[in-house]
């Protein structure tokens, strides 16, 4: 009898984050998104996605599920995740540079606020973007929700962590985590 296939910790994550986007749900999940999506989207995005990001967008929905506005879609109307990304890392703020390279927006909360997860780093950094927030400068505006993609889906299975009210990002008594690579991403924006 052939062996079967070991199940992964990350499959069980999917698997199970796939039941409770489709119990969650209030109308039927978008379509998953087919490979040439998924190969089109790495190459306008320039990087590879996250593998588990990509399992997301290819096993669940192209967007449409979890918090907020749901997972934001690769491709919509130039407010995807994928096709909204080149004009977010050339557009300013102020005259600076605001969105960095390999960051993908991947949830909208509203009011300019955005979750998104560092490509680049390898377990997916979850970043919240929130306009506005600090007081010295874009470093105050992006903050580090969540130092792996798994965890942060996790808090979303379990109504954790993401259900915040503006301006209450603390992971420590000290106050939010800043994301400490922001200039050096933002520097290679343009």
Request: glycine share 12%.
């Amino acid at each position: 009898m052939p062996e079967l296939p070991r199940l992964t910790e990350e499959d069980d994550l999917v698997r199970r984050l796939a039941a409770w986007a489709a119990e969650t749900a209030d109308d039927e999940l978008a379509p998953v998104a087919t490979s040439a999506t998924l190969e089109c989207a790495e190459e306008m995005f320039g990087l590879p996605l996250l593998p588990l990001l990509r399992r997301l967008y290819e096993e669940i929905a192209d967007g449409g599920f979890g918090p907020g506005y749901g997972l934001t879609p690769l491709f919509h109307a130039g407010f995807g995740a994928v096709d909204g990304y080149p004009a977010r890392i050339r557009s300013r703020s102020g005259g600076q540079p605001w969105w960095p390279r390999g960051v993908l927006p991947v949830l909208h909360w509203g009011g300019g606020r955005h979750a998104a997860v560092d490509c680049t780093s390898p377990r997916g950094s979850v970043l919240y973007y929130a306009p506005g927030v600090g007081q010295t400068g874009a470093a105050d505006t992006w903050i580090v929700e969540s130092e792996s993609l798994a965890e942060w889906l996790e808090s979303w299975m379990h109504g954790t962590r993401w259900q915040r009210k503006p301006g209450c990002h603390s992971r420590t008594p000290d106050g939010p985590i800043l994301w400490d690579a922001l200039s050096s991403r933002l520097g290679s924006a343009d």
